[in-house]
């Protein structure tokens, strides 16, 4: 098979949602349809249970199954599908985020009850700002949920997106009698199903007598307005517009139930977008370039003692991934080479000897990587696009062992290169600030630095609720900002300059006053700052 011929049979995506959406479930059902596991329940979630919030190493653990389930392959109609899983714990959102960069598009799954949460409008946020194109799924129709031109216009409203619904709901809840596929003209009845695949189907259109006797007068009247009303408020489908990102398609539906996900599948395998091309430092690299090129999105420790390796998951961007066949590490300069990368296909891990673009490939690294590392075949360029967001919570790292400080360092290094934490440094003192998303990670680094480095550490909350990435053309102006503001200037680990704010009003305030500095929201400057 040609290379192209390799890029147009894959699809890499990611399933993301509020936990508790059902993510989980639709992943599995997906994987049901493809063929990939013969039963249910064969997909450990690698949900973070709510118990176990105070037992970090519990949450390691079941983040360890999470690797098993980091990508999941399978083919489906000739194709091959990756599903990249994404954490759905809000503590670990920084690896969704990265993750995000790796895929060519999501299935975003919406709970018909709770509507658009908090999760869901900050991962949306991520997906817009690169256009990734969004199919949306909303789950649980079993469920006594919400009206579903209501929660429509909740989609567009805070996700800053136009919506396109592809099916309809004939009630919700109780009453809740399936869908009609507006595109195939055809219903699809729902039934309590949580092991038979395939729904009963009617092809029918809305002028069919036969509707009135499925479903009974009054929910055919009903389904006949809502979809006339559907039809004038909505604009017509337009794969063009999905796929640069400005229209979502919605379907409805109960993973649970085996129900709405054939349809949700197939659609996906009609529309989604094929590998797409990734900007880099110098140009953009196309998937059907001879060379090959990937980056690494995401690394994964090893918490056994004994086998201190980490796997690094490198997205295949163009040309031809080998087993055991020399590549640069663009940011240390040497070659390196891989004897035994992995894939997941089926959920088991083996061993890749080619990939493609859009595949993921399993590496294990010994401390050569750092999130965004890019190989390629000697050419001189950087993957950009996974940009570091604003932390959270921001605690200094105080070293309890001052014989074992060269081993904090060292660990604190390498455990921010996996994109454990962010490091920022303040020049005064070199104090070390450590920024995340959640309480959890503190924990986590804590445990680690001691277990893995043998080193001690405690932390000092501290008065930061902001990180925000600074630059100017104007470099004097830069030079005396960075003087006047002393201990809330750091610097990240690429040494660029960051201003630690206690509140976003502090933010405002600063930029209004020096108007020659760009405060920037992420660590790729694209985006500047809206308070
Ligand atoms: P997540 O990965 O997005 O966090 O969600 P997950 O799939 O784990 O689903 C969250 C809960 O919602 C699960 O129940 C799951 O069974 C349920 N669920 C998923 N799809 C549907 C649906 O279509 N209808 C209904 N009624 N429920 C659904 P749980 O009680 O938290 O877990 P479990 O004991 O059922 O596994």
């Known amino acids: 098979m040609s290379n192209l011929q390799e890029i147009k049979k894959r699809r890499t995506f990611a399933i993301i949602s509020h936990p508790d959406a059902g993510k989980t479930t639709l992943t599995e059902k997906l994987l049901l349809f493809g063929g990939a596991i013969q039963t249910a329940g064969a997909v450990k979630s690698n949900k973070i249970k709510k118990t176990a919030t105070s037992d970090f190493m519990e949450i390691e653990k079941q983040r360890g199954i999470s690797v ?34 790796a895929v060519d598009s999501v299935i975003l799954v919406v709970d018909c009850v709770k509507g658009v949460e908090e999760q869901t409008e900050r991962l949306m946020e991520v997906c817009r700002m690169r256009n990734t194109p969004v199919i949306v799924f909303i789950n649980k129709l079993d469920r006594e949920g919400q009206n579903p031109f209501e929660l429509l216009d909740e989609l567009e409203s805070k996700l800053n997106i136009r919506v396109r619904p592809l099916t309809w709901p004939i009630n919700i809840g109780a009453n809740f009698k399936g869908v009609y596929s507006l595109y195939e003209q055809m219903l699809y009845f729902f039934k309590i199903n949580k092991t038979k695949i395939e729904a009963d189907v009617a092809k029918v259109n809305l002028e069919d007598e036969k509707l009135e006797e499925l479903l009974g007068e009054r929910d055919a009247n009903q389904l006949t307005e809502d979809v006339e009303l559907v039809e004038g408020v909505y604009d017509a489908f337009s794969e063009e517009a999905y796929q640069k990102g400005q229209l979502a398609p919605v379907f409805f539906g109960s993973a649970i139930n085996n129900f709405g996900i054939k349809e949700l599948l197939d659609t996906f395998c009609e529309i989604s977008p094929i590998p797409q091309p990734r900007p880099t430092d110098v140009r953009e ?30 997205r295949i961007c163009s040309g031809k991934f080998e087993r055991g066949k ?60 996974i940009p570091s967001f604003s932390p959270e919570i921001f605690k200094e790292l105080i070293n309890m062992d001052p014989m074992k400080s060269k081993q904090l360092e060292k660990g604190i290094q390498q455990l921010t290169d996996e994109g454990v934490a962010q490091l920022f440094t303040l020049d005064l003192g070199n104090r070390k600030i450590v920024g995340t998303v959640g ?7 804590q445990y680690r630095l001691e277990h893995e480095y043998g080193a001690k550490c405690r932390w000092v909350p501290m008065n930061i609720s902001r990180a925000c990435w600074l630059t100017a053309d104007d470099k004097p102006a830069m030079d005396q900002f960075v003087r006047l503001k002393g201990n809330q200037i750091a610097y990240d680990k690429d040494r660029n300059p960051v201003f630690l704010a206690e509140s976003e009003w502090m933010i405002r305030m600063n930029r209004e006053n020096n108007p020659a500095i760009h405060f920037h929201f992420t660590s790729e400057f694209k985006t500047e700052m809206a308070l």
Request: hydrophobic residues 35%.
């Open 68 to 101: 098993a389930t980091s990508v999941m392959t399978f083919e489906y109609k000739d194709l091959l599908i990756n599903i990249l899983d994404t954490p759905g714990h809000k503590d670990f959102a920084e690896d969704t985020y990265r993750t995000l960069t």
């Open 285 to 314: 690299v196309e998937p059907t370039e001879p060379k090959f090129t990937g980056f690494v999105f995401k690394i994964h420790a090893n918490l056994d003692p004994r086998h201190r390796d980490r796997i690094a998951f490198l």
């Open 326 to 385: 020399f590549y640069k590490h663009v940011r240390l300069g040497k070659d390196v080479r891989f004897s035994s990368p992995f894939t997941f296909m089926a959920s088991d891990k083996s061993v890749m000897d080619e990939g493609f673009p859009g595949d993921v490939v399993g590496l294990y690294d010994t401390g050569n990587f750092k999130i965004g590392d890019t190989l390629t075949e000697g050419e001189a360029l950087q993957f950009s696009g």
């Open 439 to 445: 309480e959890l990670q503190f924990d986590v680094i």
